[in-house]
């Protein structure tokens, strides 16, 4: 028996030996992480034959909600905090990506000169859609593709509307305050969804210089950037059979770009802050692969009335109060911040609403809501924001380069 | 059991080995053919299961449409609009790679964002987003197909590849390979083809359409919800069916095939019964001697039986064992004439490897040894109540059965009348019909001894005057002897006569098709598209070509069809839509009609004609309605009569063009005939249109005698494997002949050894021994006729009936009774040499010590 035992034990091992070599050998490494993978595919280093954004230019509304598929890679990026009138809190954030895998038109596909195939195009498109349920410290996340073509997804600026199947953001009315009309937001996925309206309080926020926004050396590392910070946002979100009827603020920021992105940058941190005396601050924090704030760190002051004062890395401070560990991936994510911006007197405490607000998707990442209070100026401070951070899923020591897709890159 | 008295039996078996062998290879040979029958049936059935799978994925539902309407769109508005999110638009077709080694893909195009609840094979370029996706999507005719397949075939990364699909050739180029995950998803991806969507619709010629979309629908009332949702999204002339409904019909289209094999089959193993029987019957009667001593000696009845069912079991546990062995050996021959008969007549599949389950191993065990044991019980039984001390001399016992010989002839003619009650049984059971088979065969064993007689009555004179006294002796000695005889001339005229049935019912038939492919077949050159399933298109004529060919001054008329359930939701009818003139039409052989009758409601009316087959499955008579979803929404459509055609054993509907184009917006031909003016100008005609094919699509072009030689070619291979299946009964035959006739002799030493010592010379004694064995050889020759041609009108006119409704001319076959008293004869002679050698050369002395 004990031979018998002994045999088939070899066999197994054997095979498992043979099957994990085949497996390493094979073109799907799983040990390889997704966001790698999902570099390779969105950012390769080729960048000809695409437009870069490379010095400012006048963004024209409506036209530039629209797409700029000659770019490269192009994000709708919604996120939000919202209340029910007895106060559950719940914060949402709905992103369509665009992402061009070729950059020729492909007009002439098969070796013979067959007519295209209506399926035939180069864009596709991703969605990301998460309910944060603070509540009962629920974290939904899902995501979505598809290509951009047959009408399964894609984006117009006249009407405008951005698509992904039946998830969608499009002008629910004609009349344009600032060159952005009143929006309507759709995302749904299985008992999970969010009906949405915002209309935007301010003028859109054109980042970096007058819209270019540097995210690394050398010209056409940047991006074209704008946002919408305040949002009025109303409707409902619903979790399995409960429905809740909402309101609160969300941002919106627009970004396209065709990047080649920096060795040593290792990942960010990103605030997005709605203050309680109508203000709005912004702050992205690169980091460096010895984990020092990369030069190229940015940040700005909104006021009330929609002007902007910027703030470089030096005029920020960013201290990370304590930290998080992914059950999923062992990734430790900061978890509370305290942010000082000496210029204006500012000191806030950063806590998230959940501490698990990981996405789970083919690139991890968390994104979520979070409030804050602090000071300033001695008079006391709160609010809601959204805050992102990258680059600390844990990546193979040769694979730590820039992944391509990101938020704000 | 006694330990002694096992030896006791097993010795008797190791003194007997020849008879031993023989018996054992019965038992071996008619296990064989069953399982190996059974196994290349379920090899093939599970191939093209694991074909349908691997397409199919996880999807329950499919969507489904005429080949023109199901538009992209359709899926676009189902996925936003209806809200469907498990959904998949899919294009399929069946492409051969111009490679050796020949291989035959299904290629599917998909999207690979819509693949992740179907098919993990290929949402894996996308889930991870895979860095294969960007030449997946981007790359011009880029495809994956599995890396054992690319190693088989010898294909390399950035190959590239020269794919057939209908009559064009196309490049594909190979851009990476699928690494199957285990064993199973080896067996699922190795005849798949996957490009993108995009890349499949220019390759496939169908841009903007999609083949089907796959959907999964949950098993409960939210999934029934689902289903009506869809159905009110969906436009006219599509339809939601579950996807299993593909591999349902496959399964349903070779039922009656696979069933007529299996009962084939099983006509061996009931010859190989029979054979046993006698076997055992004949050691019984040898051994009566024997047994007496021992019951003399106290062992008791119960024991006896015990000894003779432990002696079969032995014989039925080896037999059955080599015949499981031998089965699975035969097994692998059959498969692939199995295989191609029903790519010929069905449907793609490719069968790689002999699925050996152990079901099937266990089933033909079971089979052996219970039909061994069935036929051992009797023989058992009747050594058992043998009487103690010393048994009745032959002459009595002889004359026991010839006084049993009316009542059993009655009993015989009793029986024969249940399987003609079980004939008349208005059903369609397959089964039932072959059941009805079995009293037939025993009424007929139990008349048997009656035959013997009354044909010795006749044969007696005549081989007196042939060979004289010689001649005379061996006559009577088979009358006299009929308790063994009997049963052995039974069990050979059974064996002999299957083959007669198989042989019979073969030749009928092709004589049927030939006839009728004489009377159907007047044009003079007949073009189709190239396909793989060979009574099947898969594709249309180029409309241009056509429109050349039609404008050809030496065209005096023609004919054209297209196959409208190409176009139509599968699961529903096949139909044709047929151009034909008057002239052709009468060509047609309606049943119990007219041609010219049919014709005005035909062409005119919109009325449909049918199919023999197809009225037969769907139970349909001339005057009832059928009903069929048209472009213009459902349609029903009155039957104007039904026609003889052996075609297909579906059967299929046609309509004249004029209706087709009533209800549809197409103009595609599936196939075209050309009378000419001059048809001895025919070679140089095809010469011509073959030059006006610029497009260089490969098209079927065939004068009016290719193609009915190449139908009757495919008629010849199709019935390839039932030819396999006579050779194995003229075997099985062959040796239960050899068999038994053989033990029979052997067993009569004694008396050979008395007529010996009367003076019979060493040669005449070879004589007396082949003329007995020769003339029970051509007895059981003469019985097997009636019997077998019994059985062929059994299988023509009731069982291929039921099975596929064709009604055949049965047609008395010279060649076939002459070979079958040739097996008969041949075999019996060969049976009498051993024996004879044996006894000429074996002192009378040494025979009669015992005397």
New interface residues.
Partial sequence: MKKIYLTSLLVVLSLAIVVSYMLSTGKVNNKIKASVLLRSVLADEDTSGYERAIAPKKLVFPKDHGPHPEFKTEWWYFTGNLDTKYGRHFGYQFTIFRISLAKKSLAKQSFDTSTPSPWRTNQIYMGHFTITDVKNNKFYCFERFSRGSENLAGASSLPFKVWLEDWNVEAYSNDAINGIPELRLLAKEGDISARLSLKSLKNPVLQGDRGLSQKGEGKGNASYYYSLPRMKTEGTISIADEEFSLKGLSWMDREWSTSALDKNQSGWDWFSLQLNDGREIMYYQMRRSDGSKDRYSNGIIISPDGKVTKLNKDEVELHVLSYWTSPRDKAQYPSTWRLKIPKGNIDLQIVPYVKDQQLNVSIHYWEGAVRFWGNSNDKTLSGNGYVELTGYEKILADEKENTGLTRRF | MNKILQRSAMRYIVHHPLQLVLSILGIALGVAVVISIDLANSSSAKAFNISMENIAGKATHQITGNFNDLH??V??YL???G?I?AAAPIVEANVKAIREPKHIFTFIGV?P?AEKPFRSYIS?I?????????LF??K??AVLISVNTAKEMGIKEND?LTIKFGGSY??V?II??I?PEDEHSKEVLKDLMIA????????L?M??KLSRIDLIIPDDNHGKEIIKRIKNLLPAGLSISRSQTRTQIASDMVKAFDINLTALSLLALIVGMFLIYNTMTFSVVQRKRYIGLLRSIGVTQKEIFRIFLFEALIQAFIGTILGLLLGVILAKAIVQILTRTINDLYFYVSVNELNISLFSLLKGFLLGMGATMLAALKPSYEASSVPAGITLNRSEQELKLKKKVPRLSVAGVCSLFLGVIIFLIPSKSILLSYAGILPLIIGFSLLTPLMIILLMKLIKPAAGLTFGSLGKIAAMSIVRQISRTGVAVAALSIAVSSTVAIGTMISSFRQTVVQWLEGSLKADIYISPPSLVLRESDTQLDSSLVKKILMLPEVEDYDFYTDVSKKMNSGQINLLALKIGERSFRNFKFKGDDALKIWPAFQNKGELIITEPFAFKNNIKTGDYLRVSTEKGERRFRVAGIYYDYSSDIGFAVMSFTTYKHYWNDNSISGLSLYLKDPSKLDSIINVIQHLNLKGEEVLLRSNNKLRNASIEVFDRTFLITNVLQILAIIVAFIGVLSSLMALQLERSREFAILRANGLTPVQLWRLLVLQTGLMGIVSGILALPLGNVLAWVLIHVINKRSFGWTLQYSLMPEVLVQALAIALLAALLAGFYPAYKMSRTSPALALRDE
């Fill in positions: 992209d769109s899926y676009t996925k936003i609009k809200k999110s999207d964002f894996k996308s889930s991870k987003l895979n860095p294969s996706l960007r999507m981007t011009p005719s590239t196309k490049k180029f990476g390979f690494y993108d969507i995009s890349t499949a619709q220019e390759i010629n841009q903007g």
